[in-house]
Every structure is written in structure tokens, then in C-alpha cells.
């Protein structure tokens, strides 16, 4: 067994075990707003700009400008998400919080060249996911009558909530022609979910035996990113990128629950980004991206669509789709020291009429504000910090019950967000130069 293969093997076994960690998380809807330190410090933008192996994730065509690295790290990520209401109604009242309030998102990646203008990578990273988690302490009002509510909880069905997370393995190639490089990245994606407290919507559900309160269901699924950049001048580079959607596995347990019997397939997105070199040091990165959420019936589907749940035209969760867009800045100080900040917007992706059942899923926040720093503290060796505070964001819409909507009350979602990400990035030695013979 050669060196080169032992050590991708162990990077392999390294990245798997990544992956099945993977937890839940919030924020471009229910995407991450970056992956990896260097990214979430500047506030996911990179499209143009790529500096470590986590542009697969982003722009693959930047593997060709990464350099032989590996980086890896962790994120702690703390979301405060839940409801209050106004008015007598179905649901249960008051300011309702989630529990559960910090998730470890953990990531990684390797890159080596193959020649001057080619190299390949592989990472694995979290891309998402949602989770609530409501105890059955709350209770429902009586509405529309007394006893309609047999049990306690948010949604007359105990402790009520959701759990979903998605984790990517991904490996890529890119190739150099000239000023313009192109890359691709197939991705394996692993999801699992579960659902609790939703035994109230049996009646409108097309197999209420798999609706809620089933072990942890796995979907897998399969996709493709691609993307190129451009170097139009020698401080001025574009890059665009596109994913496909991330073909997946039905959620079986959850037939009844999601539309088109518990599939669940990944948004398709598309992103667009320009870096400037305003000094040789000191970089700003402008990105664009777009995920076709409502191109996902389980996601898109409105949540007063008047069919089953678990049908093909069944409700959903009536998001729109997101673009946000991202500002970058980085300033590499000095050899050892680089300095990075950043700050995206996104449309929010619930309209006030499904407010309701996204109680479960709150992804209303709209901004992120980041910074970071890397530090090289030995040959070779760099920490990588990272922060994003996302202030809170809220929606409020008339309250809809099994029975129809409730002029009575009004809902307000809301969440905010934190997290704080520390990781290490290992550059390898350059190649020697290979020795040319002299006759």
C-alpha cells in the first residue's frame, strides 16, 4: 500500500465519520450560510475567490488555486427559535420556545494538485437542516371547542417538533485553460429526520400511520455541482457555480407527512461572484446565490394546498425561494495574520398564510453578520476563528387549524442565531523541483 493511498484512505475514513454527525442548523431558509471558518467569516462569499479546500462546497473550478491543504474544524451553532401568539385559537399559547439550543456542526477537506493546472479534493460538511423541539408542558386553548385538544402540547399531540439534517461527501477535479478554470463535484448526500406531536393532522393525512412519532427515518440522495472562474485581469476574477437538485430517497416513515409519499429531495442552487484585489493583500468578494426551494413539493407546496398530507399536490411548507446575497472582505496582514469580515442578506422564505405549520420550521432570519481570523502559529500550521451573529427575524400570519383558518389569532414566528467556528488548516510542503540531468 503506497503512502498517497494510505493517507487518502485515512482522510476518507476521516471525512464518512464527519458525515454522520452531521447535526441540524437554520439559516439561508434551512441552508448553511457557508462551509468551513475562512467562509462563514466572510459571510459565505468566495465564488471568485478560492483559498481552501472548502471551494468545493462553493466552486470547485478553485481547487487549481488551493495548493496542497487539508482543513478541518467545528462549529457550535445556537439558534433561538419558536412562536407567541394573540388570541384564542388551536395551537397552544403564549411565547412558546424550542428547547435544545446548541448543535456541533463539524466539517473537513483535502486538496492536492495533480500538475500545474489540475487538482482534485474531497470534503464532507453539513449543508443544512432544521430542528424544533417543544415540550408538552404547553397547552392548547380550546378551539374551536372544549375537548378538542386531547392531549397537551404545541399541536395537541405531547412533545411536538422536528429534526432534520443533511450532511454532503463530496469529491472534485478542476482544470486550468489559460485564464479560465472549470471544476466539477458529484455529491453523495445523507439526510435523516424525524417527526413528533403532529398526531392531530391524522385525519387530513393520506397514511396517517407513517405522519408522526416514528424512529429516525434515512434518505440518501445524489447530485452534481459545477462551476468556472474567470481571471479577466490580474486583480479582477468572476466565478459562477451551480448545483443540481440532490435526487434523494422518500422518507418512508414519514409518507404521510411529506408530499409525494416522504420525498424529500435538495434545492438546486446557482451562484454568481466577483473578487477585487484592491492591494496585493487586502481582497473584497461580492457573491449572488439562489436555492429553488419552492422546486421541492415537501418544501414549496403551500400549507394550505386543501389535499392529504403525503400526496404528490399535498401541503407543504409554502417557502419561497431564497437569494441572498454576500459581502466579503479579507485583509492578509501579514504572513502570519489575516483578517476577514463579511455580511449577507436573503429574502425570508415563509409568507404570513403558512405561518402556522411553520412553527415547526422557522427559517425567517434574514441577515448575518461574520468576522474572523487566521492564525499561523507554527511551519506549516494555521487556527482558523470564525463568528456570525444573526439578529432576530420574525413573521406573523392568521393562525390555520384542521378546521380552517382562525380569525381569532395571529402567530408570530421567529429566530435568531449564533455561532462560533474554530478549525486547524495544514499546508503541505511544495513539491521539490524536479532535478534536471546536465550532459
Not at 494510505?6 to 448553511?32: D, H, K, N, V
Not at 407567541?84 to 446548541?102: C, E, K
Not at 385538544?149 to 422536528?162: D, Q, S, T, W
Not at 426551494?293 to 404528490?312: D, E, H, K, R
Request: negative net charge; charged residues 15%.
Amino acid at each position: 500500500m503506497t503512502k498517497h493511498f494510505r493517507s487518502t484512505a485515512a482522510i476518507g475514513a476521516l471525512l464518512a465519520s464527519l458525515l454522520a454527525s452531521a447535526p441540524s442548523s437554520a439559516t439561508e431558509g434551512y441552508f448553511l450560510e457557508g462551509y468551513g471558518a475562512r467562509d462563514k467569516a466572510l459571510a459565505g462569499a468566495g465564488a471568485a475567490d478560492s483559498r481552501d479546500p472548502l471551494t468545493l462546497a462553493n466552486n470547485p473550478a478553485g481547487l487549481v488555486d488551493v495548493g496542497h491543504q487539508a482543513s478541518f474544524g467545528l462549529t457550535g451553532f445556537s439558534p433561538d427559535r419558536g412562536y407567541t401568539t394573540d388570541g384564542p385559537g388551536f395551537v397552544a399559547q403564549g411565547d412558546v420556545r424550542s428547547g435544545r439550543g446548541l448543535f456541533p456542526i463539524p466539517y473537513g477537506g483535502y486538496t492536492q494538485p495533480i500538475d500545474q493546472d489540475s487538482a482534485w479534493g474531497v470534503a464532507a460538511y453539513g449543508n443544512g437542516g432544521m430542528n424544533t423541539t417543544y415540550s408538552k408542558n404547553y397547552t392548547s386553548q380550546f378551539y374551536p371547542f372544549p375537548g378538542a385538544c386531547p392531549k397537551p402540547g404545541v399541536f395537541c399531540g405531547e412533545n411536538a417538533g422536528v429534526d432534520l439534517n443533511q450532511a454532503f461527501l463530496s469529491a472534485g477535479y478542476a482544470q486550468r485553460f489559460g485564464s479560465v478554470s472549470v471544476g466539477v463535484a458529484p455529491i453523495l448526500a445523507i439526510q435523516i429526520f424525524k417527526a413528533r406531536g403532529l398526531s392531530a393532522f391524522a385525519p387530513y393525512s393520506s397514511d396517517a400511520s407513517h405522519l408522526s412519532d416514528h424512529s429516525y427515518a434515512w434518505s440518501v440522495g445524489g447530485g452534481l455541482r459545477a462551476g468556472a472562474q474567470w481571471k479577466a485581469t490580474d486583480n479582477f476574477r468572476i466565478g459562477v457555480a451551480a448545483s443540481t437538485p440532490i435526487w434523494s430517497t422518500h422518507f418512508d416513515n414519514y409518507a404521510g407527512l411529506f408530499a409525494e409519499n416522504g420525498g424529500f429531495d435538495i434545492p438546486a442552487t446557482v451562484t454568481a461572484g466577483v473578487a477585487f484585489d484592491a492591494a496585493p493583500n487586502l481582497t473584497f468578494l461580492v457573491d449572488w446565490r439562489h436555492i429553488f426551494y419552492s422546486l421541492v413539493a415537501s418544501v414549496g407546496n403551500s400549507s394550505q394546498a386543501p389535499y392529504a398530507f403525503g400526496l404528490a399536490n399535498g401541503p407543504g411548507f409554502g417557502w419561497r425561494d431564497v437569494d441572498a446575497i454576500k459581502f466579503g472582505v479579507e485583509w492578509r496582514a501579514t504572513p502570519d495574520w489575516t483578517f476577514r469580515l463579511g455580511y449577507s442578506h436573503n429574502n425570508n422564505p415563509i409568507q404570513p398564510s403558512d405561518v402556522t405549520l411553520n412553527i415547526l420550521a422557522p427559517g425567517v432570519v434574514t441577515d448575518h453578520i461574520s468576522g474572523g481570523l487566521s492564525y499561523g502559529f507554527a511551519k506549516n500550521w494555521a487556527l482558523d476563528l470564525a463568528a456570525v451573529v444573526s439578529p432576530r427575524n420574525s413573521v406573523s400570519g392568521i393562525e390555520v387549524t384542521p378546521q380552517g383558518p382562525n380569525p381569532f389569532r395571529r402567530i408570530t414566528i421567529y429566530l435568531s442565531e449564533f455561532e462560533v467556528t474554530a478549525g486547524l488548516t495544514y499546508k503541505f510542503d511544495a513539491a521539490p523541483a524536479p532535478v534536471i540531468a546536465k550532459f
